[in-house]
């Protein structure tokens, strides 16, 4: 199994407070992900980032940030969580190599906004 | 606008039955598609196709691409009850290094 810890891997919080989400990875690879996934919707890209302190928006960043200020560590930021928020987010990471480099995936952190 | 499409949502089949699922995309850019497996908890992966017509074959799975035309399909033979899941398709783009995922098909194997 890809090295990868999700943390926590459950919570519940209430609307307007903070979260901060934490990826950490073992494998030294290039790329990390932060991806919801929603009934109805499949698995969603928030944010990637493509080296430290590099990092890019995907189709659903609004209310959400990242930071990657060292290889290992990817973190995913609810400034101000909401209701709509309340999902299973999961980490992913990709060593980028073009024929191989598939994405293997953390074992989700849920998240309850009441 | 990049995307993946499954068929079917939903498929309810017997053990011992064959099964076909479905993944077409219009992705720009596109690196190669990429087959998983979810059973209530993190996706793992099953396959990484790159090339059209060559198929890559694991045990009673199977997959093969076709570019051409933009699809994939993942055959499953003899079915178990193991292999209730929801399988998902994704399309790894060279921009970016992104990959597009497919809101999935959710397998059913009644014993």
């Known amino acids: 199994d890809a090295g990868i810890t999700q943390s926590p891997r459950h919570k519940v919080t209430e609307t307007g407070t903070p979260v901060t989400l934490r990826c950490h990875q073992t494998e030294n690879h290039r790329y990390m992900y932060w991806y919801r996934q929603d009934p109805g919707h499949g698995l969603r890209l928030i944010h990637y980032s493509y080296g430290v302190k590099d990092t890019d928006k995907g189709e659903v960043s609004d209310g959400y940030s990242v930071s990657r200020s060292k290889t290992e560590d990817f973190l995913l930021t609810l400034e101000s969580a909401t209701s709509s928020q309340t999902s299973v987010y999961f980490c992913?990471?990709?060593?980028?190599?073009?024929?191989?480099?598939?994405?293997?995936f953390g074992e989700g952190s849920r998240l309850t906004v009441l | 606008e990049d995307k993946v499409v499954q068929s079917p949502l939903s498929l309810v089949v017997h053990e011992g039955d064959t099964v076909t699922l479905n993944c077409s995309y219009e992705?720009?850019?596109?690196?190669?598609l990429l087959w998983y497996k979810q059973e209530k908890k993190a996706p793992t992966f099953l396959f990484m196709l790159?090339?059209?017509?060559i198929e890559k074959k694991s045990g009673r799975l199977s997959s093969i691409l076709d570019k051409k035309e933009l699809f994939s399909i993942l055959n499953i033979t003899a079915t178990q009850t193991g292999d209730s899941a929801v399988y998902l398709c994704?399309?790894?783009?060279?921009?970016?290094?992104?990959?597009?995922f497919g809101t999935g098909t959710s397998l059913t194997v009644i014993p």
């Open positions: 994704a399309v790894k783009s060279n921009t970016g290094n992104q990959f597009y």
């Open positions: 790159t090339s059209s017509g």
């Open positions: 992913a990471i990709s060593s980028g190599t073009p024929n191989t480099g598939e994405l293997f």
């Open positions: 992705v720009t850019n596109f690196r190669s």
